[in-house]
Each structure stands twice: as structure tokens, then as C-alpha cells.
């Protein structure tokens, strides 16, 4: 259906945060958006949060712009193995069948090399890798509306709870521990081709997490899994099997050597953000992978079986798209995508402490 797209950015909308959040940098750090009728629910990978934003609306009932933010502590959700404090580098959203999901990016991290450090210093800190076990999780949480409508998160709905995986010795990567494909990587750090999540979709009870790295010989990979709640604690989620006794499915496709970035659901297609697993600008890439939610076993998806969309513009250094939302519209002729940007130029902060996100626009 959507062969022979022409895209263009259509026009930019300004998402406002409030002052803590201007502090903790969130509004520079976007790693993660979902639209959720009239607001957005986003992410940073700066904090250990997920804010909700909503829309502005000019008179002739366009959306203008999101604000009125509120911060959800996930640590007021469910439990974090570090605690509130640490950062848990939230990388992707998801929201189906009244809830939101977020995952952290399940990474390690490489100790940065800081301007005018002596070079033995600048060794050490190459040298050093850390785990922040925050990042390691996967959260499930409730949706319910508010008094005035709108979504809210809860940590308990009747008998819907808040849960976690990871924390436990079950964190996906410890479900990966013995996998043929993705074991050898554990070790490496997210920018170093190891193991990084940064991005999440779900469709009915199946859940799609997309790995920016490693990429395999050129081939990306999506872990797809099935959460449910654990018979032992309502605030504790365990994978149910899907081939036999697997607690998860893998997924290689050829993405022309990049990784995914992000992903979102399209009817029963996953639209992928995708871009390099190493420390570069681009290219970015819209691909389109048509019935991935119907797919019965492991798959291999050749180029030839998916539809790059569209390239996103990118900077030198700034400017990294990292999340897409597929925004609801009634014209069928046109695929609308929110995309907002981590390390945003200087020409996307407005003065009022907002950011400029893209509405990018695929047409026949």
C-alpha cells in the first residue's frame, strides 16, 4: 500500500517541559515518544522518569504544540534494582491494550574520554566499563483516564498492576545469556557493538524489542518476547514461551547495515527507525517491515522483503533522531511520523525551554 511514498517534513511542533526537567536535561536527551490521544507519553535517557505532555490546539483544531508536562517517576511504579536516583535510559515506549510500556537500553557503558584529559587518564577511562542496573529493566504499567479524561498512569487497576522485569537474575540480557547469536556481545559496551535496546513496540501480547547493536555481519536484530504477569508477585513480570520452551524469538533484517533506533506499530506492520550501531551521525532511515505482527516463527527478512520509506534529515554531531509515533490522522492517503531528536541542534530550543520536534509526512 504505501510503495512509491514521497516524504516530506511538513511542518515542526514545539514541546515544552518544565523547569526540573530543563535542569535534568530531558528536553536535549528525547530517546522515546508515543502518542496516547491527545498527549504524548516521552522518555529521556537521562532519568529514571517518563513525562507526559499534551497538546495544544489552535482554533481551527490543529495541534500546535505539546506542554502542561508531568513527570512520572517510574520508581513510584514499580521497583528499580539502583533505586530512584540512578538513571535508568529509558530508550523506548509502547502502549497497547491500555498499557505503557518502557525499557531501559540494557546496555554497558564505556567511560567517555573528556576534553584536555592527560592521555594516561584518557587510557583509564577508555578502559573502564560500568553497569548500571537501572538500565536493565522492562516496565509494564497500567493506564487509566483521569478525571478530565486524559491518560494517567497507575500502579494498581483493579487487577492490573505496575510490574518489572528485570532485578531478579531475569532481565532480558540475562535471558540472553545463552543465545547462539547475541551471548558474545553481553559483555561489550552498547557503543562498542554490544547489546543496546533502543527500541520498543507492542501488539496485542506481543512485544518487539529492537537492538540498535549488535548488527550482525550487516543484519539487525528484534528480540520479540510475551510478557506476563509472574504467578508469584503481581509486580514482577516473567516471559511466557513461544516455540516450545523459549522464552523468546529472534528476528535478523537486512538493514543495509544499520540498527533500530526506534519502532512503532502500523495495523500489523512495525514502522523501524533505523541508524548506525556505532558513534556516527546517519544515514537515518524509515523502513517498513509489512506483517511483522503476524510472523509465526524466528524470521530472516531479507532487503528485498521490506520498504525503506524515506531518509531523515540528520546533523554533524547533533540532531540524532531517536523515536517516531505514528500520529493518528484520517487521511488514508498519508502516513504521518512525530519525530523527536536527542542531541538537538541549536536551531530546535525556543526560547521558552521547548524543543522542536518534526511531523514528517509519507504521501502517495
Known amino acids: 500500500m504505501w510503495e512509491h511514498l514521497r516524504m516530506v517534513v511538513e511542518r515542526q511542533v514545539e514541546l515544552v517541559f518544565g ?7 530531558t528536553h536535549t536527551n528525547l530517546s522515546a515518544v508515543r502518542q496516547d490521544g491527545r498527549c ?11 513525562e507526559r505532555l499534551t497538546a495544544t490546539v489552535s482554533g481551527d483544531g490543529r495541534v500546535t504544540g505539546y506542554g502542561d508536562q508531568r513527570t512520572v517517576p517510574l520508581a513510584d511504579l514499580v ?3 539502583a533505586g530512584r536516583d540512578e538513571e535508568a535510559d529509558i530508550e523506548g515506549l509502547a502502549r497497547a491494550g491500555g498499557w505503557l510500556w518502557a525499557i531501559g537500553s540494557h546496555s554497558l557503558k564505556r567511560k567517555k574520554i573528556k576534553d584536555g584529559q592527560p592521555a594516561a587518564k584518557a587510557r583509564r577511562r ?11 529493566i522492562l516496565a509494564r504499567i497500567p493506564l487509566v483516564a483521569g478525571a478530565d479524561g486524559l491518560p494517567e498512569v497507575a500502579r494498581r487497576d483493579g487487577e492490573r498492576t ?18 547462539p547469536h547475541l551471548a558474545p556481545f553481553l559483555h561489550l559496551p552498547g557503543k562498542d557493538n554490544g547489546v543496546d535496546i533502543e527500541g520498543i513496540a507492542a501488539h496485542r501480547d506481543r512485544l518487539y524489542v529492537g ?3 549488535p548488527v550482525l555481519r550487516g543484519w539487525a536484530v528484534v528480540v520479540e518476547i510475551r510478557p506476563e504477569t509472574h504467578p508469584d508477585d503481581p509486580h514482577r513480570l516473567r516471559p511466557r514461551p513461544i516455540d516450545g520452551d523459549e522464552p523468546y524469538r529472534t528476528h535478523f533484517l537486512d538493514l543495509d547495515g544499520l540498527g533500530v533506533r526506534d519502532m512503532c506499530p502500523h495495523g500489523d506492520d512495525l514502522l523501524l527507525l533505523t541508524g548506525p550501531s556505532m558513534d556516527l551521525d546517519g544515514p537515518v532511515r524509515v523502513v517498513r517491515w509489512p506483517g511483522a505482527a503476524t510472523a509465526d516463527s524466528p524470521g530472516v527478512v531479507p532487503a528485498s522483503d521490506l520498504e525503506v520509506l524515506g531518509e531523515l534529515p540528520y546533523g554533524q554531531g547533533d540532531d540524532h533522531a531517536e523515536g517516531i509515533a505514528v500520529l493518528d490522522d484520517s487521511d488514508a492517503s498519508t502516513l504521518r ?7 538537538p541542534s541549536p536551531g530546535r530550543l525556543t526560547e521558552r525551554g521547548g524543543v522542536l520536534a518534526d511531523v514528517v509526512a509519507f504521501k502517495h
Open 126 to 136: 577508555l578502559a573502564t566499563v560500568v553497569r548500571e542496573d537501572n538500565r536493565f
Open 79 to 81: 521497583p528499580l534494582p
Open 19 to 25: 523547569r526540573e526537567s530543563r535542569e535534568a536535561e
Open 337 to 343: 511520523l512525530l519525530v523527536v531528536y536527542d542531541s
Open 211 to 213: 537492538l540498535r547493536g
Open 162 to 179: 505496575a510490574a518489572v522485569l528485570g532485578g531478579h537474575g531475569d532481565s532480558l540480557t540475562d535471558l540472553l545469556a545463552g543465545d
Open 40 to 50: 504524548l507519553w516521552v522518555a529521556g535517557d537521562e532519568t529514571a522518569t517518563v
